[in-house]
């Protein structure tokens, strides 16, 4: 990845808004302290559906972070990415000047876009009182790149703005759509990061008619079970991640934290189906030896894996075998984490939300657990760091995604060494 005329590329800002917490801070000691944030739905009135539990954002007031009227007419994935950009900016201490602004680049995703909420009120209102009905700015809300053009108003950025959208991949390819446009020199600073609110009867109601949701609504607490043979399906979930991206050299120049370097990235596609994934790991092998070829390491570089870990136990098996594959004996001697268990499946915003906490790992040389490992699938027998967080040496960290329709994406990003 890394070129002899390439720049290096810094993360030196976290934006968090999460079901487990606002703010880095309180995303990570939620973390680390395996509290979950799966209850029952607040959002409706879920009874009638077969799952009556999800991870959703609480005690989220827009107004806090952009002026209540924007946010009115916000679908509530803009609102999100806008809160949590706002605070990866100020994470960063970075003003956005009139010098900058053009050379910052947004590469922003998103997946279930405002297709839960702006589009499913305006098809009410059409069926309702007919074209007269809808809200004049609903064409404006629902599309993905709704979020992405309100960064850039927000806060005043000029550069390119791009949205991206794949999957539970969009997070890591947002990452490394910014990270391009540095080390190409198109950019000196990158936005990058995702958000998605699928918490929504339309929404949520598709994903029960695929199956693809748990129906462990006894315990909420304990339905988001990665690796465990006794999972049973996901619990949606919401949020936005947002991480501000700089030339290394610019970052070290004004004093910027840095938190970790993005240093490797592999993509792929399984080609299988939409809803299949292939147990074997071939395919996201594939991307994650190419995330650690391009960061110019081996196998046995990594310290950790934070692992896409969905709870679905087809992909739980594919994330295994492909750790084997991929890291071969080294895969039995590193831990290994779902931050799923925790947040529960956020959709597009996974990818950059374990991005975060792999940052803080190699800030904090600690490990997150997988809480709910109570019966480890034999097919499963890595080590998942079962329900309380450890101490560790770490200073590079992979990151894989899998996404429905086969998209599969891997990262790898380490301490910065001069």
Same mark, same amino acid.
């Given at each position: 990845?890394?070129?002899?005329?390439?720049?290096?590329?810094?993360? /030196?800002?976290?934006?968090?808004?999460?079901?487990?917490?606002?703010?880095?801070?309180?995303?990570?000691?939620?973390?680390?302290?395996?509290?979950?944030?799966?209850?029952?739905?607040?959002?409706?009135?879920?009874?009638?559906?077969?799952?009556?539990?999800?991870?959703?954002?609480?005690?989220?007031?827009?107004?806090?972070?952009?002026?209540?009227?924007?946010?009115?007419?916000?679908?509530?994935?803009?609102?999100?990415?806008?809160?949590?950009?706002?605070?990866?900016?100020?994470?960063?201490?970075? $003003?956005?000047?009139?010098?900058?602004?053009?050379?910052?680049?947004?590469?922003?995703?998103?997946?279930?876009?405002?297709?839960?909420?702006?589009?499913?009120?305006?098809?009410?209102?059409?069926?309702?009182?007919? $074209?007269?009905?809808?809200?004049?700015?609903?064409?404006?809300?629902?599309?993905?790149?709704?979020?992405?053009?309100?960064?850039?108003?927000?806060?005043?950025?000029?550069?390119?703005?791009?949205?991206?959208?794949s999957n539970c991949c969009t997070g890591i390819d947002a990452i490394y759509s910014g990270y391009s446009a540095i080390a190409n020199g198109t950019a000196t600073t990158a936005i990058v990061g995702a958000s998605d609110a699928p918490i929504f009867?339309?929404?949520?109601?598709?994903?029960?008619?695929?199956?693809?949701?748990?129906?462990?609504?006894?315990?909420? /607490?304990?339905?988001?079970?990665?690796?465990?043979?006794?999972?049973?399906?996901?619990?949606?979930?919401?949020?936005?991640?947002?991480?501000?991206?700089?030339?290394?050299?610019?970052?070290?120049?004004?004093?910027?934290?840095?938190?970790?370097?993005?240093?490797?990235?592999?993509?792929?596609?399984?080609?299988?189906?939409?809803?299949?994934?292939?147990?074997?790991?071939?395919?996201?092998?594939?991307?994650?030896?190419?995330?650690?070829?391009?960061?110019?390491?081996?196998?046995?570089?990594?310290?950790?894996?934070?692992?896409?870990?969905?709870?679905?136990?087809?992909?739980?098996?594919?994330?295994?075998?492909?750790?084997?594959?991929?890291?071969?004996?080294?895969?039995?001697?590193?831990?290994? /984490?779902?931050?799923?268990?925790?947040?529960?499946?956020?959709?597009?915003?996974?990818?950059?939300?374990?991005?975060?906490?792999?940052?803080?790992?190699?800030?904090?040389?600690?490990?997150?657990? /997988?809480?709910?490992?109570? $019966?480890?699938?034999?097919?499963?027998?890595?080590?998942?760091?079962?329900?309380?967080?450890?101490?560790?040496?770490?200073?590079?960290?992979?990151?894989?995604?899998?996404?429905?329709?086969?998209?599969?994406?891997?990262?790898?990003?380490?301490?910065?060494?001069?």
């Open positions: 990845m890394k070129t002899k005329h390439s720049r290096r590329v810094a993360i /030196t800002g976290l934006g968090v808004v999460s079901p487990i917490g606002i703010g880095k801070d309180a995303f990570w000691q939620s973390l680390i302290s395996g509290r979950s944030g799966v209850d029952y739905v607040h959002a409706f009135d879920p009874s009638p559906y077969p799952c009556h539990i999800a991870a959703e954002v609480m005690d989220f007031h827009p107004a806090d972070f952009m002026a209540a009227r924007k946010a009115r007419v916000m679908g509530r994935f803009s609102q999100l990415a806008v809160a949590a950009t706002r605070l990866a900016l100020d994470d960063a201490r970075l $003003v956005v000047s009139k010098s900058l602004s053009p050379q910052i680049a947004i590469c922003y995703g998103t997946s279930v876009s405002g297709g839960g909420d702006i589009a499913a009120l305006a098809f009410e209102a059409l069926n309702k009182e007919g $074209v007269e009905g809808i809200s004049p700015w609903s064409a404006l809300e629902y599309p993905a790149h709704a979020a992405t053009s309100y960064l850039a108003i927000e806060f005043g950025i000029s550069g390119p703005a791009i949205s991206i959208s009867p339309l929404s949520f109601g598709a994903l029960c008619a695929l199956g693809a949701l748990t129906r462990r609504n006894s315990e909420p /607490t304990k339905a988001s079970r990665p690796y465990d043979a006794l999972r049973d399906g996901i619990v949606l979930a919401e949020g936005a991640a947002t991480l501000v991206l700089e030339d290394l050299e610019v970052a070290q120049d004004r004093g910027a934290t840095i938190y970790a370097e993005i240093l490797g990235h592999g993509a792929g596609s399984e080609a299988l189906g939409m809803r299949k994934g292939d147990p074997s790991g071939h395919v996201m092998a594939n991307a994650i030896a190419m995330a650690i070829r391009t960061a110019h390491l081996s196998p046995s570089d990594i310290d950790h894996v934070n692992a896409h870990g969905s709870s679905l136990p087809d992909y739980d098996i594919c994330d295994s075998n492909a750790f084997k594959a991929a890291l071969g004996p080294h895969a039995y001697r590193i831990p290994i /984490t779902s931050i799923k268990s925790m947040i529960g499946q956020p959709v597009s915003a996974a990818g950059a939300l374990q991005t975060i906490a792999a940052s803080m790992s190699i800030q904090t040389q600690a490990v997150p657990p /997988t809480i709910n490992q109570e $019966v480890p699938d034999p097919q499963c027998d890595l080590d998942y760091v079962p329900n309380i967080s450890r101490v560790a040496r770490i200073k590079h960290v992979l990151i894989n995604g899998h996404s429905f329709g086969g998209s599969v994406a891997a990262l790898v990003v380490g301490r910065v060494i001069p």
